[in-house]
């Protein structure tokens, strides 16, 4: 890793970001693998070779857009997972806020006219993207980006919260305590990021606004003020 400098100083990058908060810079891999063990570095690793499976290949949307909006969501989450450090692996948060979409750009490869779809959902945000998906494809972004990160080997359980991310009961169903953080965590990061680009709320954050917060045991008072301290520290 040491020995590919565009990937240790991407990683690098990440690791000395505001979003990390570490209390000191890292200045090379092997200090990257003391600080945050050779797992987490093979973590961001994997995010960043995601980006660069797609970065040749013909598609129809911008993915140098779609990049830029999954990695502030990635770096939001991993912001956010600073506060629950000692309750979750952060590095994780990072790869689920890169993973999460990754069924899209998949598509949108695949399919000429995907980003006629993705125009509908982002019209209407009383109809998921999933929804629209099936009807014209017979399967969805979430379910290809499962497949997606089952075959780059990532931890089964970032898998299955790629695949069940829109499950709007998920905090309420009988899930481990983590996968309801990190689902919590990716919620609100999602809606920060998009609420910030966009001016409108996340299409689901509606629905699981009241259950994220008391996952993260924040009060409204609490997310704006949480909402703030990213903007101003990750310049959004």
Known sequence: MAQ????????LKIINSPAFGLARSVTDIKQAVMFIGADGVLALIRGLKLKE???QKSCCISLERFWDTSAEVANIALYIGQRYKEQ???EN??????FAGGGIPAMAVKYDNYVKVLAAANKNYDV??????????QTNHVVVGYYLATAWHLPQNICNLILRQHE???LAAGNFYEDKLSYAILKIAENIQHTEKRYVAAYDWVYVKEAVLETLSLSDDDYQELKEDIRQDLYL
């Open 4 to 11: 590919d400098i565009g990937i240790a100083a991407s990683v």
């Open 53 to 55: 499976a797609f970065e």
């Open 88 to 90: 979750i692996p952060v």
């Open 93 to 98: 948060l990072h790869t689920l806020g890169l």
């Open 128 to 137: 998921c993207l999933t929804q629209l998906e099936e009807k014209v494809y």
């Open 168 to 170: 709007l009961n998920f």
